[in-house]
Nanobody, 123 residues
Framework: VQLQASGGGLVQAGDSLRLSCTDP????????MGWFRQAPGKDRDFVAA????????LYADSVKDRFTISRDRAKNTMYLQMSGLTPEDTAVYYC?????????????????WGQGTLVTVSS
């Protein structure tokens, strides 16, 4: 499994950004997937997750109502649309795939990880 996260960058507070996670080997279409983030000096925290069929979206309280997770199974791509960004959203964002079909908030349920993409939000 090879997951490739992209779309990060430097934005200003209040801006929007869309992250993408591609699976060029098409090995994740029947699995739940998710986004985690890791700020400098902090743990890798759950952000959002989605089930194999595009349902079952889960969000961390800190991003609910600002971020939207989605996936296009035909394109083998998962997205994270982020709006209302704040400096507290600054982190490396990682996409990951679960061992099963459903969405999960639990980091240990994720067995494959992408390389991460850096999002920096300036005030």
């Amino acid at each position: 499994v090879q997951l490739q996260a992209s779309g990060g960058g430097l934005v200003q507070a209040g801006d929007s950004l869309r992250l993408s996670c591609t699976d060029p080997r098409r090995t994740s279409s029947n699995n739940g997937m998710g986004w985690f983030r890791q700020a400098p000096g902090k743990d890798r925290d759950f952000v959002a997750a989605i089930a194999w069929n595009g349902g079952g979206a889960l969000y961390a309280d800190s991003v609910k109502d600002r971020f939207t997770i989605s996936r296009d199974r035909a394109k083998n791509t998962m997205y994270l649309q982020m709006s209302g960004l704040t400096p507290e959203d600054t982190a490396v964002y990682y996409c990951a795939r679960t061992r099963g079909a459903w969405s999960s908030r639990t980091r240990s349920d994720y067995i494959y990880w992408g390389q991460g993409t850096l999002v920096t939000v300036s005030s």
